[in-house]
């Protein structure tokens, strides 16, 4: 018991308490899945938290909990969020709660700009922008343009992290908190490089300030799941009850040719952290000694996963195989940072032309 939550207390050293002159509180928000690792997290923090008041009757910061919404899309059964979040609030009752469907990420929040979420998914079938529909709408047709179910569950992911990170920043959050474990992070970063996005793995699992302009976390990336499942039952009462089972992410698919990359990603770990545990642990260290290739003149922003791009490895038909391809630069017009219409290698394989990101904007 003592391990795992002396792991998390380590990491979160950044945030004891403060000296009393302090007017305002730090915020951080935990953004919860309500899988056994994010659960598990919010109940560290929370007896954390706890333990500062008692012992000096202050604390070292402000927990904002956010849950994403998102089963409508992914096939996975409706849930009563309500309730969800009802019995979450009985067992942790000292933080703030909310939960936000997937579509927000269409409209909100303002810092991202209306006119840019839009325009990023202007679908090739339509002669308007996408916005004149109520996002729910669009999303669905989003989603059903793309060529593969990895596809639809990339764009899942990646529209869910910009809301995060939007709903973060318009809450006066200074950072936010992943409940990601050492097997989540190590099934990330294989599934990233399968897709393409190999150049974001420093951003996605290392922590420190992220190309979203906010610090992210990751307290639980020295601990394997199965670790976590274990301790997620000694806890008094245990966890059990407020645990979702991951079904959109987990469950076998009917057919093969509906198996995603992330899937294929959670099985072999599932296997290969039961017999050498240690394999999953050196995938997550050798990561971490990867470092993000500076910002140059010559670096932008994909439009739809908002990750620094360096010029000319955008889209399928300019990428010629490396990340700094200076010859295929070299023939590339530069991309100012705030000019439209760019995106990564990861995210041009995964729509596949299925949707049409030039602006239509009158």
């Not at 973060?168 to 200074?174: N, V």
């Not at 089972?245 to 990359?261: G, L």
């Not at 990867?290 to 910002?295: E, T, V």
Request: aromatic share 6%; charged share 20%; glycine share 6%.
């Amino acid at each position: 018991m003592n391990y795992v939550g002396s792991k998390v207390v380590k990491r979160m050293d950044g945030y004891k308490v403060r000296s009393p002159t302090k007017d305002t509180l730090p915020k951080i928000l935990l953004s919860l899945s309500r899988g056994v690792s994010s659960l598990t997290l919010l109940y560290l923090l929370d007896q954390q938290l706890r333990i500062q008041r008692e012992r000096t009757s202050r604390v070292g910061y402000e927990l904002c909990v956010l849950y994403v919404t998102e089963e409508e899309f992914v096939g996975a059964a409706k849930e009563n969020v309500s309730e969800s979040i009802d019995l979450i609030k009985a067992r942790f009752p000292l933080h703030k709660y909310t939960a936000i469907s997937l579509e927000e990420a269409y409209h909100y929040p303002p810092s991202f700009g209306e006119d840019h979420m839009s325009n990023t998914f202007a679908l090739s079938r339509q002669s308007g922008l996408l916005g004149s529909s109520p996002p729910r709408e669009c999303l669905r047709d989003v989603l059903a343009l793309l060529p593969s179910p990895s596809s639809r569950t990339d764009m899942i992911q990646i529209l869910r992290t910009r809301l995060v990170v939007g709903y973060a920043k318009d809450a006066g959050c200074e950072s936010i908190i992943w409940g990601d474990s050492t097997t989540r992070l190590a099934e990330r970063i294989l599934a990233e490089t399968a897709k393409g996005r190999g150049f974001s793995i420093p951003w996605q699992t290392a922590d420190g300030l992220s190309p979203y302009g906010i610090n992210f976390m990751f307290p639980m990336r020295d601990m394997l799941r199965k670790e976590i499942k274990i301790y997620s039952t000694l806890t008094t009462p245990p966890l059990d009850e407020l645990i979702l089972e991951a079904i959109r992410s987990q469950s076998s698919p009917a057919s093969s040719k509906d198996t995603t990359i992330d899937n294929l990603m959670i099985q072999y770990f599932e296997s290969v952290e039961l017999n050498y545990p240690s394999i999953v642990a050196n995938v997550v260290r050798t990561s971490g000694k990867l470092k993000p290739a500076p910002n140059s003149p010559l670096s932008t922003l994909c439009r739809i996963c908002s990750l620094p791009v360096a010029n000319g490895t955008q889209s399928l038909h300019t990428w010629g195989g490396d990340q700094v391809d200076t010859t295929v630069a070299s023939n590339v017009t530069s991309v100012s940072s705030t000019e439209p219409g760019v995106t990564c290698y990861g995210c041009s394989q995964s729509i596949r032309g299925s949707i049409n990101l030039s602006s239509n904007k009158e």
